[in-house]
T-cell receptor, first 117, second 114 residues
Framework: NAGVMQNPRHLVRRRGQEARLRCSPM?????VYWYRQLPEEGLKFMVY????????ESGMPKERFSAEFPKEGPSILRIQQVVRGDSAAYFC???????????????FGPGTRLTVT | SQKIEQNSEALNIQEGKTATLTCNYT??????LQWYRQDPGRGPVFLLL?????KEKRKERLKVTFDTTLKQSLFHITASQPADSATYLC?????????????FGQGTTLQVKP
């Protein structure tokens, strides 16, 4: 059973460009979470999605950031018009339906390291 | 607001000793608490979960305690090994309706010297 997959692992964008980060959850998992980790800071929750639904986006910046988890395909975190402050590691995690929202652990991907030049 | 605090200073110990890491939280009554391990350049890996009605949980060389009165969890690694060197994160669920959203502490870096 493959783990959570994220791609690309490293992404370099110039200021003003768009960044698209992809996450494929573990097989059988229908709940996806995105977190951001800035240098020397802890993991910060961004958004929680189920298939075709955003459940909690309280950690998402109001502008330029969006996330989706379509019926088919990976979850996408999209950052428009990137700025240097967006440089960070972005982690995706997934959990199975029976545990989501209760007490289940989350399984993390390897992360995408975004660098904005 | 809800807050989680872990000792930001790195913990250096000798191989074979017991490492003890602390996680304190405020303004919060979580139903459970989780511990993760994170190695440089990698995503966190789940280690243990302890519920509010459990005082202690063990898994191999790991032991977690949960004191809801003190609002504190202790994470112990017995007979530590250099391979245990990593950053350890505690995490608590938050969000209305038990959405599965986690808030993480900043982590404590453990260095085990041979």
């Amino acid at each position: 059973n493959a783990g959570v997959m994220q791609n690309p692992r490293h992404l370099v964008r110039r200021r003003g460009q768009e960044a698209r980060l992809r996450c494929s959850p573990m097989k059988g998992h229908s709940h996806v979470y995105w977190y951001r980790q800035l240098p020397e800071e802890g993991l910060k929750f961004m958004v929680y999605l189920q298939k075709e639904n955003i459940i909690d986006e309280s950690g998402m910046p109001k502008e330029r950031f969006s996330a989706e988890f379509p019926k088919e395909g990976p979850s996408i975190l999209r950052i428009q018009q990137v700025v240097r402050g967006d440089s960070a590691a972005y982690f995706c995690a997934s959990s199975p339906p029976s545990r989501a929202g209760s007490s289940g652990e989350q399984y993390f991907g390897p992360g995408t390291r975004l660098t904005v030049t | 607001s809800q807050k989680i605090e872990q000792n930001s200073e790195a913990l250096n110990i000798q191989e074979g000793k017991t490492a003890t890491l602390t996680c304190n939280y405020t303004n919060y009554s979580p139903a459970y608490l989780q511990w993760y391990r994170q190695d440089p350049g990698r995503g966190p890996v789940f280690l243990l979960l302890i519920r509010e009605n459990e005082k202690e949980k063990r898994k191999e060389r790991l032991k977690v305690t949960f004191d809801t009165t003190l609002k504190q969890s202790l994470f112990h690694i017995t007979a530590s090994q250099p391979a245990d060197s990593a950053t350890y994160l505690c995490a608590l669920p938050t969000g209305s309706g038990n959405t599965g959203k986690l808030i993480f502490g900043q982590g404590t870096t453990l260095q085990v010297k041979p």
